[in-house]
Structure formats: C-alpha cells, structure tokens
Nanobody
Framework: QVQLVESGGGLVQPGGSLRLSCAGS????????MGWYRQVPGKQRELVAT???????NYDDSVKGRVTISRDNAKNTVYLQMNGLKPEDTAVYYC??????????WGQGTQVTISS
C-alpha cells in the first residue's frame, strides 16, 4: 500500500531553519506531483509548496523566499527546506503525493513549532 512518512519536524526558535523529509513507498514516485501542506487546529489544510514530475515548483505567497521544495527520485523523497521561520509557520506539516489528478495520498504529518 501507499505510505508517505514525514520526518524532520520539531521546535525551533524564530528565525531558525528546519528541513522536512517525506519518503514514499508503494507509488511510482517519479511520476507523482508532490506537495507539502500545513494545518493548524480549527483551520483548513493549506498549501505550502508543490513540485511537479519535471521539478517545476509552486509556493504559497506566505512562504516565498523562505522555503524551498525539492525532490530526489532516486531516494523516493521530497524535501521542504524552511528558513527564516516565524511563529505563524507553526502547524502540522503533511506530505502529499498525487500520481494522477484523481488520486491523492497523505502522510501522517509532522509537527513544526516556532517559539522562543
């Protein structure tokens, strides 16, 4: 079955950095559009960044210039490098894999907390 396993979350001070990783299995990773989303309690899950099969990237305006999404198809892994972190970046971050427009898979999420 499809598994997406996120890692790399944690507690960081404002201005700090984190790199999230998401390892996929059970899918043909190189054929998937991959994405990172985040959610805080009481709010809808929102887009952070996506990367297409051909590595075209897209970012939400709130993270542009601070966040970089990348992928390593040889390792079936997508990354989210986050710099200049702010308290408002605090959320559970979820990995998403989309092999087709109709199919979508989610990881279990990793908590990111930005606090001094």
């Amino acid at each position: 079955q499809v598994q997406l396993v996120e890692s790399g979350g944690g507690l960081v001070q404002p201005g700090g950095s984190l790199r999230l990783s998401c390892a996929g299995s059970g899918i043909i990773f190189r054929r998937c559009e991959m994405g990172w989303y985040r959610q805080v309690p009481g709010k809808q899950r929102e887009l952070v960044a996506t990367i297409t099969r051909s590595s075209i990237t897209n970012y939400d305006d709130s993270v542009k210039g601070r966040v970089t999404i990348s992928r390593d198809n040889a390792k079936n892994t997508v990354y989210l490098q986050m710099n200049g972190l702010k308290p408002e970046d605090t959320a559970v971050y979820y990995c998403n894999a989309r092999p087709t427009q109709a199919d979508s898979y989610w990881g279990q999420g990793t908590q990111v907390t930005i606090s001094s």
